[in-house]
């Protein structure tokens, strides 16, 4: 019996940044288009609360959970698709009101398998720290910080509009080589920081 194809939900965030980063991504790795890149339009802690308001994230269906909230009538369909696999990629989002470390903890702890339940990936703050580089290769990027009076006051992703190189996203890592070089640095800052 032959191995039947991987078919892959992406869930993210927002609707341009993300979806734009993820798409960029598979095509410059390669990888085939089996994945369907969904945008929930809203940020991790309404999933948290469509997940776990009631105690038991296993009393639900994550597939009809996002059908529900979903507004596009003609985007509905695809919750009702088998995925081999499920991913979930959300920003952190210190700065919400909703935010708590107790909530992250607990959706880190249930989403960890992408084949069963999903897996969950968080980016730190949010997405747009991905193009904060001056440089390819960066050799200042681990020393960038940004504030929570930036996030708050939306600023950050201005201010990484004016210091990424290119200012602009779309020239931004573009190619396989690049894309590597700043995950490299990105797992680099994520493990000083840790």
Partial sequence: MAKEKAKILMLVEGAKTDVKLM??????YGIDNNHTIVSYNTNIYTLYNEMF???????KDL??????????????PIFDE???????????DPQDGLYSAEKIIKMAEY??????MSKLYINYPMVEAFYHMKSIPDPDYCSYTVTMQELTARSYKERVNRENR???YQKFAVDRSE????????IEKAEMIA
Avoid: M, R, W
């Fill in 82 to 92: 088998s995925y081999s696999d499920i991913l979930l990629i959300f920003d952190l």
């Fill in 53 to 59: 308001a009631d105690g038991d994230p296993d009393s």
């Fill in 23 to 28: 798409t960029h991504l598979l095509e410059v």
């Fill in 111 to 116: 989403f960890v398998e992408s084949s069963d």
């Fill in 63 to 76: 597939l009809q959970v996002l059908k529900a909230h979903e507004t596009d009538v003609s985007l509905k």
């Fill in 166 to 168: 290119n200012h602009n």
């Fill in 179 to 186: 894309c590597s070089t700043v995950i490299k640095q990105n």
